[in-house]
């Protein structure tokens, strides 16, 4: 049996008011684990984000962001590929019909 305990970022909340003004503050998530399976979340109290080390709260995020982005882009490039496909079956398909003339 093993008991994992791990404190992670969970939200950074950057406000624009309509004076100009800029607020912020982050968060972190408690998760304690028994054999992978979570047992219990806690949401830590919102600090202001003067007092985070930004590049280990937002690294993750844009890490995990830039990885999603690629995996979309590679996505979009498959999908392409295969609407080009299509659509060249598509015009061959079209161009064997027979012409009818009214």
Do not use: C, F, W
């Not at 004076?19 to 998530?29: E, L, R």
């Not at 590049?55 to 995020?61: I, K, Q, V």
């Not at 598509?90 to 064997?96: F, G, S, T, V, Y």
């Amino acid at each position: 049996m093993s008991i994992t305990e791990l404190t992670r970022p969970y939200e950074t909340l950057i406000r624009h008011h309509a004076d100009g003004t800029v607020t912020a503050h982050h968060q972190q998530i408690y998760v304690l684990s028994k054999d992978g399976i979570v047992i219990a979340e806690n949401i830590l109290d919102p600090v202001s984000l003067s007092q985070v080390d930004l590049t280990s709260a937002l690294g993750a995020a844009t890490t995990a962001a830039l990885g999603q982005n690629a995996d979309l882009k590679a996505q979009i490039e498959t999908l392409q590929t295969q609407v080009d496909s299509l659509s060249n079956q598509n015009r061959a398909l079209q161009d064997a019909l027979p012409v009818v003339e009214t």
